[in-house]
């Protein structure tokens, strides 16, 4: 069965410094997506980005990138240049491909609660 | 313009009671989702509708039963409400081969 691991429950880092928040996962699939995403104590669930199984770079978007090591089974989230609107819990998720090749549901790491300190 | 928008956005209800929490989305999406993060804010999956038909089913009481009129929407009844329904219950869209999956806002529940 897939799962996913956040080992850090909280964070801090101080505004303008980068942060690495840790996600390994478990999985026999081949083919498989991961993603992160951002829930501010306002409640929603922003997606920020995602990784495929089978693509050869880090994604990156702005100043989020995924530092995807494959063979460890790993997928870390790097946030660039802190900003405190950071301050938010952050999730790990994997999605499962499914026989025929359709995509399954999201499986959710427990999320790291990140504090940007001014 | 709301891409996946849930109603109410709160709904405090007494036990025993059945409600309902909307879900509607915009992106034409194929696939939507329900999933609940509890007190100690974990996500799970509850249901999974592709083209109307529910494609994965996790072990959830039979209390709670999903009911999507139409593609564009995935309702969750609730029914003989209980006090550890109490949660944030989180409707999402995503269409297969995309990468993205969208999430509504949001519903808290409280049972009281």
């Known amino acids: 069965a897939q799962k996913i691991t956040q080992t850090q429950p909280g964070m801090f880092v101080q505004e303008k410094e980068a942060v690495t928040l840790d996600c390994t996962y478990d999985t026999s699939d081949q083919s498989y997506g991961l993603f992160w995403y951002k829930q501010p104590s306002s409640g929603e669930m922003i997606f920020l980005i995602y990784q495929g199984s089978y693509d050869e770079q880090n994604a990156t978007e702005g100043r989020y990138s995924l530092n995807f090591q494959k063979a460890r089974k790993s997928a870390n989230l790097v946030i660039s240049a802190s900003q405190l609107g950071d301050s938010a819990m952050y999730f790990c998720a994997m999605r499962e491909i499914l026989d025929g090749g359709s995509q399954g549901n999201l499986i959710f790491g427990k999320g790291t609660k990140l504090s940007v300190k001014p | 313009d709301t891409a996946v928008s849930q109603t109410p956005k709160y709904l405090v209800t007494q036990m025993g009671n059945d409600k309902s929490i909307k879900c509607e989305q915009n992106?034409?999406?194929?696939?939507m989702y329900w999933y609940k993060q509890d007190s100690k804010k974990f996500l799970k999956i509850m249901f999974s509708?592709?083209?109307?038909?529910?494609?994965i089913n996790e072990t959830v009481p039979n209390r709670f039963s999903p009911k999507s009129p139409d593609k564009a929407h995935l309702n969750l009844h609730i029914n003989s409400l209980e006090l550890g329904d109490s949660a944030v219950y989180f409707c999402?869209?995503?269409?297969?081969?995309?990468?993205?999956?969208?999430f509504g806002q949001g519903t808290r529940l409280t049972v009281v």
């Open positions: 992106l034409g999406h194929d696939t």
């Open positions: 509708y592709n083209n109307k038909e529910l494609i």
């Open positions: 999402a869209s995503s269409q297969q081969g995309s990468r993205e999956a969208f």
